[in-house]
């Protein structure tokens, strides 16, 4: 139950057992309650020693009252700042779920991130064993047998910093396959140094010709059919090394303006946020978004007011009476006759959460320069659960920069009331927000 209802209710003497031991614990617990109860009571005292109808109440008593109650508004921030602030164990569960979630996300990014900085954008291609294929040189030396192709090389002209047709080559290996290091760096440089056909482009096996290097000219070489060159050859094939996917890293900062709420307490709800995520397939992207939320929360307040009154005979330790008659016993000082009516405050009170979220976003229409992705993401905050999806459009401005706007549904809880900034209750609401932002893809 709300801690002011509770003081307003005791200081009128209308609290039940139940309601008397709710604000026993809740005064026990959090010391920023007890601070707030010892205000009302000082203010309640003040109420009394103003009223002229008390004419029993000594001077220097009133005078005495009135210092304490200075002396405790000029001490009240620093004791504000000295006492620990309590924190609820909602609130602690729910940081703690945020920092495993964090935890979580990295540990299955690192091993993706270190496999793709450590092997770069290399990509090998890999070729099999192919059949015997007879190849001549120009001097007319009887047919080798090619048993595996080996290797290939890129040979760059450094002078003009330019490739041909001639820089990739196929260095081929007679005998065994599985030959020493040495000896097969010794036959490559034997293969580079023989100018004289060994050197076989590799067009030859991307683009299904090859060169007639039977030819006294290699510069005349006639382009023949492969299979009409090796009979026993089937089509040639080479089979490349299917490479990774290239890791795509997403980087988008957020904006979302809340348009409407289910909780007609709550307005003006504002979010930033900043996503970090990673392309786990062709259209999808896994990540985490951590952010902040702001709104406005409308919190009612009651309390008793007493107007006027005549004592019957001493003032009494005393409340204003009970419905049933009876009296509760409160502070020296209050008599129970005057007139009471119940007086309701609203206050508006800004609040604000941190919180974190996995996401899951997914490609649904890519279009050239313009894209829309969804988001779907699941995550907690200082208050508790939370849940979100999103449908955005991109814009792309400039190469990987891209102009974000969209819809977002957002389920998250809301503080209904609280003491020095913590929650001591909350509701659960659904927020729908316009979002604009930027996103980088690197």
Known sequence: MILDHLI?????????????????????????????????????????????AIADTPGDVAEEVYDNILAHIDDDEDRHKALPVAIDPAARASRRRVLSLVAAVLMLVVPVGHDWFTTGGDQAVLLPELPALNAFDEAGHAATTVSRIRTVRTRMDVQNDESTDDAFVMSVVNGDSDMDGAAAERRMAEADADDSGRAIPLSVWFGGRTPDVSSTDRDDASVVDPRAACATCGPAKVAVAEADYP????????????????????????????????????????????GSTSYDVERSHEGSVRIGGTPEGPARAAAPPREDGGIMKLLPGDSPVGTYFRQTSVSMNSEQMVWG????????????????????????????????GRIQGEYKLYRSVSLTVGAEARYVPFRTNAIGGVSTSSSYGAIYSLLYGVQIRL
């Open 8 to 52: 307003s209710k005791y200081l009128d003497g209308e609290l039940s057992p139940e309601e008397d031991s709710e604000l026993r614990r809740l005064i026990a617990a959090d010391p920023l309650a007890k601070e707030a109860f010892d205000a009302a009571v000082l203010v309640h005292i003040a109420m009394r020693c103003e009223d002229d």
């Open 247 to 290: 890791m795509e890293v997403l980087l988008a900062t957020l904006y979302t303006q809340g348009m409407t709420t289910s909780l007609p307490s709550a307005s003006n709800v504002r979010s930033i946020s900043q996503s970090l995520g990673y392309a786990v397939a062709p259209s999808s992207v896994f990540g985490l978004e951590v």
């Open 357 to 388: 979220a996995a996401f899951l976003q997914q490609s649904i229409m890519n279009a050239g320069g313009l894209a829309v992705q969804g988001r779907a993401a699941l995550g907690a905050g200082e208050d508790g659960m939370l849940a979100y």
